[in-house]
């Protein structure tokens, strides 16, 4: 028997995730979760730009240096499409982004690097833990609004470049691999803390997450998300050298 070409394609979209956002905005609670999404997305790409052009100064080279300003203007240029979508929706981007200012600028405060090696650490874990939380939720969203988030997750340069970075610099000096590898568990468990609070705290959202929304996720699959996201994070620390 012969396997239909189409038998590993993922099943075609439903509810909400096959609406465009004109269809799907007249839903007042799925309008403000996008929002909310919206609004933490926008200030997570202005941090992650300020970080990194910080990030810089501690380059040990002037192409390291440079590498880095080309990743916080990527950065910058995401942050701009997040703002402008929310402007097109006839949302206050500053208001937008307001509510989640305290918690993202707690968590890089928490999670400050004290070296050039743990930056790039952070820019390739603790980014990615993020981008992986966002993209989950993605799948569940109205096609417009999709293509924006996905578009906006789209990596940097940092993956590759940090990877390098790092597993030279392990091999040059073993020792280096136990301070990194407790440094991205701490990262680990700080990001998803903070994933978990910003959604608690915002009821639109953490409604569509639980499935308060057509579409949405069931208590069952947020722990499924959270397991996914776990597990994404342990190969990459395998891809940096690191346990774990």
Do not use: C
């Not at 028997?1 to 993922?10: Q, S």
Request: hydrophobic share 50%; glycine share 6%.
């Amino acid at each position: 028997m012969e396997t239909p070409d189409n038998a590993n394609e993922a099943p075609a979209p439903t509810g909400i995730a096959a609406q465009d956002w004109a269809a799907a905005s007249t839903e007042p609670q799925y309008r403000a979760a996008v929002v909310d999404l919206l609004g933490a997305l926008a200030y997570g790409e202005l941090a992650a730009f300020e970080r990194l052009a910080e990030d810089a100064k501690l380059a040990p080279t002037l192409a390291d240096k440079a590498e880095l300003a080309k990743m916080a203007s990527a950065e910058f240029h995401h942050f701009e499409r997040l703002t402008e979508r929310l402007t097109a929706i006839e949302v206050d981007p500053a208001g937008a982004m307001e509510p989640f200012a305290k918690a993202l600028d707690e968590f890089h405060h928490q999670t400050a690097p004290s070296d050039w090696l743990e930056g790039l650490v952070k820019a390739y874990v603790g980014d990615s833990i993020a981008s992986d939380f966002y993209r989950e939720v993605a799948a569940r969203l109205d096609s417009d609004t999709r293509s924006l988030v996905l578009a906006v997750l789209d990596d940097t340069g940092q993956a590759d470049f940090a990877v390098e970075k790092v597993r030279a610099a392990i091999e040059a000096d073993p020792r280096v691999g136990g301070r990194l590898a407790l440094w991205a568990r701490r990262l680990m468990g700080e990001a998803l803390s903070q994933a978990q609070r910003v959604v608690a705290d915002r009821d639109a959202l953490s409604t569509m997450l639980v499935g308060g929304v057509a579409d949405g996720f069931d208590l069952a699959e947020v722990g499924r998300m959270f397991s996914r996201i776990t597990e994404a994070h342990t190969k990459r620390m395998a891809a940096l050298g690191l346990a774990a």
